[in-house]
């Protein structure tokens, strides 16, 4: 019997006591006239029989307490429509925070079985660089002498201009091995990717894979695409196949693949030709660790086998899925943790807002309690009010979540191989509807408990008199502080980071940013490699462009200030040596001293602003005919000859020995925050190899508005070139100000959800206030019919606030901290313990916290002591 | 001002519910009563559960199909622990109706050629 017994806690409690007696004795008697063999099937069926009626009668009652709930929700709109809106914040911006930060850092990336892929690179951290691409030699050895990989594969970026197709167009792609895309094991959605039998031919017949973006957009996604031509760079390529909209290698804006062929006229047996991206996908079975000691041996021969050029390095690897930067990193969980704060306050401030109404309703469920209704009927009646309303809120909050994350793709960085918005799928659904659940179980289930253990014969006196007993006006204040202690948090985070962003800003970049245009035209190496072919092309263009009126001075050079595209080169000494890769011997020591090269036309200085501090700048008269020179930056000089004057001194790096004819002052390229290397500058008309950095980015300085320039640049780059396009237009303003975008967007998130936070608390003070002094206003009219002065009476319901308030700025503050010092990555040497912030926090919260409590003070002042006593 | 409901609005009934209304149709029973009284009607073929004959019993009652009475049978005949129903004046229009549309049922399948097996 003791089996039927807990079969029928299956009923709700409320069946269990009005049928559970007989029905335990009806099958007591059944079970005593069944035979022994009959017994067995009683069991069977009983539990059956238990496990469907129970099922059913909860249901039944589930639906009774549903249209209960509408009905009663539909009779207080503002309050339903307040408690909805709370939890829509909250579940909105919680949903949309953990959405993005699932598909940025946790997600897999969108390959079959992708924790198998592993990046590789070469390990320099001997000379100060822990990952460095590898060279095409070193990357061979690499294929040739692991076991322990499926695939090894390598590919890099390469954009060109499309041409033949309206106007022309710069395309970004990659050039990968032909096995890159089959170790990736995506498919073509059309026609094929590449396989090894296109290798041989692949000069020949110029195979590419496109994008299907590229397809729609420049081929209006015709199916007979395969087969087609497209024109790059003037070289044309056969179109073989179009990956499917998903699909994004190695990076979000990659249109088209083509095949990646090492060749001895691109410098590719040379081992010191850093450049290529490598890729590898496990075998089964094999772990990240098992890979990793198998390269650092390789890596250790090869260092041994060429100590010229590969002494003290090694090889390295890691997760793909693990190479996001740790700032992105930092700036998501740091959303992730605001939104949760977010979502505590709006939890704290529905059960506060539950709770006011489950007091206002005593009598009511005394009334019930007295007709029959039990306690658990009652508390399950309330639970269903606030599903109900946590439903309303999720459903809401989903819609809040999907408006705004177009908003948060900007910390979805460009460099992952993944969308730019993270997908509306079951995945984030399921989360809100667990959340969105908990939140409504959680914090109803606590008025519920806190009102139903009451409900008997003094709940309805009570209920009459509208008081409230001191352990629920204590949980109720807690709630309130803990809405307090959150907004401080983040009131103190979003302070926080806006002094990091401020000083960010305050950084100087080495170069003035107003009115300054910036804009590319890539110069293809197949038409332009000749000297005698581009620099007619630069004079054409500079000189028309300088005539323009408003145009202060203009240049070119490889690549703009701020944009990082390698160039490292390792400074050498003057003394040719015709074994050593870059032609000339090491500098003594046993440093390897690194700088970054750039080819510049003459006047770059004065255009961007960057002060000459000594010497001159690159002129007209700096060709390929007279002395090799180069203009270094100050950190260059300083480090190469400290105390002594540069000028005229000389070294080599780039294939060729210089000698030094100005000092200019450093300028940053690895973004604000970043230390740059020296640099080196050298005169675009003495550049007869390293193509790569052929000079492609015009900068112009204008007296006028500079975007005013564009249409008059653009005519004058036509007509010199009209097969070239114009890309990347755009001011240095704009520029430097991408820098500083991701932080931007993610304080502009943050600051929202502090005055969302701010907002929740301020109506959580007000509502515990409202209701209290409501509650009281017989005690309050008492004291004014005793003689108690305005004063002393707002003083009990300011003091009250103040209580609460200085409670919640106290803990908040020390939790701020705690998450300032955890932030400290981000926080660009700002002080987690920043006065200036901290005293804004408090300022903040006290206002807050008289704003919250003013109305409540004002309605206690006004409360009239003849009305106040006249029930009593 | 209520409507009083029709019969015709709980049809078709859920075969316990009918099963229950027969039971109760000439005398007043306990819940154990009515599990016998179906299963002899029915040759054993219908066996309520106490489940499926408690839910029952609590929407006849809440459609007032059924009432509960305090009146029992002589102590020696009760167990006095026993709760007992009894058919209303609405069970019993509402047993007619069903029986009506199952007899009209029965009939327009005979129309169609499908005869009842013999019993």
């Given amino acids: ?872 | 001002m209520t409507t009083e409901p029709r019969p015709e609005a709980l049809l078709p009934l859920p075969p316990a519910v009918f099963h229950i209304l027969l039971a109760l149709a000439d005398e007043d029973r306990h819940g154990y009563g009515i599990i016998q009284e179906v299963l002899s009607r029915t040759d054993g073929d219908v066996r309520l559960g106490p489940g499926t004959l408690y839910r029952s019993i609590q929407r006849m009652l809440a459609d007032d199909l059924i009432v509960e009475i305090s009146d029992r049978p002589a102590p020696e005949l009760d167990d006095e622990r026993r709760r007992y129903y009894r058919i209303a004046p609405f069970g019993r229009a509402v047993a007619r109706a069903e029986a009506s549309r199952l007899h009209d049922l029965v009939r327009m399948a005979r129309a169609s050629g499908f005869h009842p097996k013999k019993a």
């Fill in chain 1, 1 to 872: 019997m003791r089996f039927y017994r807990l079969l029928l806690r299956l009923y709700p409690k409320s069946f269990r006591g009005e049928y559970g007696a007989e029905m335990e004795k009806d099958f007591a008697r059944q079970w005593r006239a069944a035979s022994a063999g009959a017994k067995l099937w009683l069991i069977v069926a009983a539990a059956i029989d238990t496990a469907w009626n129970a099922a059913r009668v909860h249901a039944d009652i589930t639906r009774q307490d549903v249209r209960y709930s509408v009905r009663s929700l539909l009779r207080t709109p503002g309050f339903s429509a307040t408690v909805i809106i709370v939890a829509a914040l909250g579940i909105g911006a919680t949903t949309a925070t953990f959405s993005l930060a699932d598909h940025v850092l946790i997600r897999a990336l969108p390959f079959p079985e992708s924790h198998r892929l592993v990046k590789l690179w070469q390990d320099h951290t001997k000379r100060g660089y822990a990952r460095v691409e590898p060279s095409p030699p070193n990357f061979q050895d690499w294929q040739r002498q692991s076991t322990m990989f499926e695939r090894l594969e390598a590919y890099t970026g390469w954009g060109g201009a499309m041409t033949g197709r309206g106007e022309a167009t710069r395309l970004v792609g990659a050039t990968v091995t032909p096995g890159t895309l089959v170790m990736l094991g995506r498919q073509a959605a059309l026609g094929r990717t590449f396989t090894e039998a296109d290798a041989p031919t692949a000069e020949a017949e110029r195979p590419m894979v496109i994008s299907d973006r590229l397809w729609r957009t420049a081929f209006a996604a015709t199916p007979d695409v395969v087969g087609q031509t497209l024109a790059l760079d003037g070289t044309s390529y056969t179109i073989v196949g179009v990956m499917p909209p998903d699909f994004f290698f190695p990076s979000r804006d990659t249109d088209f693949w083509r095949m990646l062929q090492f060749s001895a006229r691109n410098n590719d047996t040379d081992r010191t030709n850093q450049y290529l991206e490598v890729l590898g996908r496990l075998k089964n079975g094999v772990t990240v660790e098992d890979a990793l000691a198998e390269m650092r041996v390789i890596g250790a021969d090869l260092a041994r086998l060429y100590p010229k050029e590969l002494e003290g390095t090694s090889v390295t690897l890691a997760p793909w899925r693990e190479q996001v930067a740790p700032q992105a990193r930092l700036l998501l969980l740091g959303l992730v943790g605001a939104s949760i704060c977010v979502l505590l306050i709006a939890c704290t401030n529905l059960a506060n807002l539950l709770m006011s109404r489950a007091l206002g309703r005593r009598t009511e469920f005394a009334v019930r309690a007295a007709v029959g209704a039990s306690v658990d009927r009652l508390v399950r009646q309330m639970l269903t009010d606030s599903l109900i309303l946590a439903f309303a809120g999720g459903t809401l909050g989903v819609v809040v979540a999907v408006a705004s994350l177009p908003l948060l793709a900007r910390l979805v960085p460009t460099a992952l191989p993944i969308a730019e918005l993270p997908p509306i799928d079951l995945r984030m659904l399921s989360g809100t509807l667990v959340l969105t659940t908990l939140t409504g179980l959680a914090f109803g289930l606590l008025p519920a408990v806190r009102v139903c253990r009451r409900t008997d014969a003094s709940a309805l006196k009570d209920g009459a008199r509208g008081g409230t007993s001191r352990g629920t006006e204590r949980v109720r204040s807690t709630l309130v502080v803990a809405e307090i202690v959150a907004s401080v948090v983040l009131i103190v985070s979003v302070g926080l980071l806006t002094q990091a962003l401020l000083a960010v800003q305050r950084v100087d970049p080495g170069f003035r940013t107003d009115n300054l245009l910036t804009l590319r035209t890539n110069l293809p190496i197949a038409q332009y490699g000749p000297l005698e072919r581009r620099m007619p092309f630069y004079s054409q263009v500079l000189d028309r462009v300088q005539a323009l009126p408003g145009v202060q001075s203009a240049s070119y050079i490889s690549w703009l200030p701020m944009t990082f595209r390698g160039g490292i080169w390792e400074v050498l000494s003057t003394t040719p040596d015709p074994a050593s890769p870059g032609g000339f011997a090491r500098l003594e020591g046993n440093q390897r001293p690194l700088a970054l090269v750039r080819f510049v036309t003459p006047r770059y200085f004065e255009t961007v602003g960057t002060p000459m501090l000594i010497g001159r700048d690159i002129n007209a008269a700096d060709t390929v005919k007279s002395p090799f020179v180069a203009v270094v930056s100050e950190s260059f000089a300083r480090k190469h000859f400290p105390d002594q004057d540069p000028i005229g001194r000389s070294f080599a790096i780039g294939l060729a020995a210089r000698t030094i004819v100005g000092v200019a002052g450093d300028t940053r390229i690895r973004g604000l925050e970043r230390e740059t290397e020296p640099h080196v500058y050298m005169p675009a008309a003495q550049q007869t190899s390293l193509y790569f950095y052929v000079p492609k980015d015009l900068v112009i300085r204008a007296s006028v508005p500079a975007t005013t320039l564009v249409p008059a640049v653009r005519a004058i780059i036509a007509e010199a070139a009209p097969e070239l396009p114009v890309t990347s237009v755009q001011t240095m303003e704009q520029l430097v100000g991408a820098e500083t975008a991701p932080r931007l967007t993610q304080l502009r998130v943050l600051g929202g959800f502090a005055v969302i936070a701010l907002l929740l608390a301020a109506v959580g003070i007000h509502g515990l206030l409202a209701f209290n002094v409501s509650a009281r206003s017989r005690e309050i009219g008492v004291r004014i019919a005793l003689g108690a002065k305005a004063r002393d009476i707002m003083w009990m319901v300011f003091g009250r606030s103040a209580l609460m308030t200085g409670a919640g700025v106290v803990i908040g503050a020390a939790l701020a901290y705690a998450a300032g010092r955890w932030m400290q990555a981000v926080l660009f040497g700002v002080n987690p313990a920043d006065a200036t912030v901290f005293a804004g926090a408090i300022a903040v919260s006290a206002v807050m916290g008289v704003a919250g409590s003013l109305m409540p003070a004002w309605r206690a002042v006004r409360v009239d002591p003849i009305e106040a006593t006249r029930t009593e």
